[in-house]
């Protein structure tokens, strides 16, 4: 078993009845998704060319697939090396869907590396405005990434964003965190422990702050993680309200512990939490 | 604009949020040759070489590319760029005697990251 006594215990009772299903997904490996990179191929086309090499896909969303049978590794072929997609969990696609960056505003990716949102940020833009990308460690495979994808708008620092100061128009913070929504992916996580949950609550909280003080007014700030615990996600929006945010309903899943927040189980795909919050003008 | 000694090609608005935020990592278009970023991004014009699929395979491994794989070409020497029979580009090339060397092709990204 992938979670531990203390980690099953808090699922069982927030999940109630279906707790059952639960673990029996997390027997199972977890599904593989593609986000095809609309910057440089239309997915229909990618669809037909990996359809030829033998892969079996399946449409999840205009510019998602679920990879159903991969005759070669899906992260070998001609076509990843020609940043024609992004091996990315479909329920992580959904904190930049919910930010809806646009073409010309300016972004700031708070914690990037390796940049799965911030080529995803980069695609919904059209490759124009600006993208800072800041992140304290593996910003080298964030720059691969991102040259890989052929993305143009990014500005990447390596910095710990709480040194940033800057107002940007719209905020992801998708935080550093226990990862416990992802442990089907990264068993090396199983040793989560009420300690290691109180830690990333308050550098989450820490970072939010920041990320208020580096919003303009009216813009808007995606929080999300890929942690399953509520003092990760629930009580950080609470944080949040408490320094001025406002909290408008986010879309990719089931209603979180909080009204208008998102909170998606790992049944089909990895775990996410999702808050959606604007700062209001004075 | 020149940032930690290289090359790279930013936008004005680009600039001016390095002019607030400081020197960053990276921005924009890595221009240094042989950039694949820059030849992805329509960047560089060089000559094109096209090869054969079984060449292609070879050359995102990093090998060169035999005159024999060559579909079509538009120089004899100097620096090219391989692209597929579809015309993607896929890294850049010297001729040589009985080749063209590869000096970068996009498979780096992944034997880089290993
Ligand atoms: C969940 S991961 C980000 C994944 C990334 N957004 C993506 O989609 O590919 C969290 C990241 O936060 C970074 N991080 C941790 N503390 C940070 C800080 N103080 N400032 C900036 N980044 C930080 C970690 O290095 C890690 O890469």
Same mark, same amino acid.
């Given at each position: 078993m992938i979670y531990n006594e203390f980690l099953l215990k808090r699922y069982e009772e927030m999940l109630g009845s279906r707790f059952k299903e639960f673990l029996e997904a997390s027997r199972k490996p977890l599904p593989k998704y593609i986000r095809v990179n609309t910057l440089r191929i239309r997915p229909k086309e990618l669809r037909r060319r990996l359809e030829e090499k033998g892969f079996e896909l399946k449409k999840v969303m205009d510019y998602c697939f679920l990879v &159903? &049978? /991969?005759?070669?590794?899906?992260? /070998?072929?001609t076509e990843y090396l020609l940043g024609y997609y992004f091996l990315q969990?479909?329920?992580?696609l959904f904190p930049t869907i919910n930010l809806d960056p646009k073409p010309g505003e300016i972004v700031w990716d708070m914690c990037a590396a390796p940049g799965g949102k911030t080529t995803h940020l980069a695609q919904l833009m059209k490759n124009q405005g600006v993208i800072v990308a800041t992140d304290v460690r593996k910003v080298k495979s964030l720059w691969y990434n991102v040259m890989r994808m052929g993305v143009t708008n990014v500005i990447i620092y390596q910095r710990d964003a709480r040194e940033v100061k800057y107002k940007f128009d719209k905020i992801l913070l998708d935080a550093p965190c226990t990862g416990t929504g992802i442990l089907r992916r990264d068993p090396t996580r199983v040793r989560v422990k009420l300690r290691d949950i109180r830690k990333a609550s308050s550098l989450q909280k820490e970072l939010m702050k920041t990320a208020y003080e580096n919003l303009k007014e009216g813009g808007t700030l995606v929080y999300s993680t890929c942690s399953l615990e509520p003092e990760e996600n629930e009580e950080v929006v609470e944080y949040a309200l408490s320094l001025g945010f406002e909290l408008k309903r986010a879309i990719g899943g089931e209603e979180g512990l909080l009204k208008g927040t998102v909170r998606i189980w790992p049944f089909e795909s990895s775990g996410f939490f999702i808050a959606k919050l604007v700062r209001p003008c004075e | 604009m020149r940032i930690r000694g290289k090359e790279f090609k930013v936008t004005k608005e680009m600039k001016e949020v390095i002019r607030e935020l400081?020197?960053?990592y990276a921005a924009g278009?890595?221009?240094?040759?042989?950039s694949l970023h820059a030849l992805i991004t329509s960047q560089v014009n060089f000559p094109r070489v096209f090869v054969d699929d079984h060449a292609e395979q070879l050359f995102l491994y990093g090998r060169d590319v035999f005159l024999?794989?060559?579909?079509?070409?538009?120089?004899?020497?100097?620096i090219v760029i391989i692209c597929n029979k579809r015309g993607e580009p896929l890294g850049f090339g010297k001729f040589g005697k009985r080749l063209i060397k590869n000096i970068a092709d996009l498979g780096m990204y992944l034997r880089e990251e290993d």
């Open positions: &159903k &049978k /991969a005759p070669i590794s899906i992260g /070998a072929t969990d479909y329920s992580s | 400081g020197e960053p278009i890595y221009m240094e040759f042989p024999r794989s060559i579909i079509r070409k538009e120089a004899d020497e100097g």
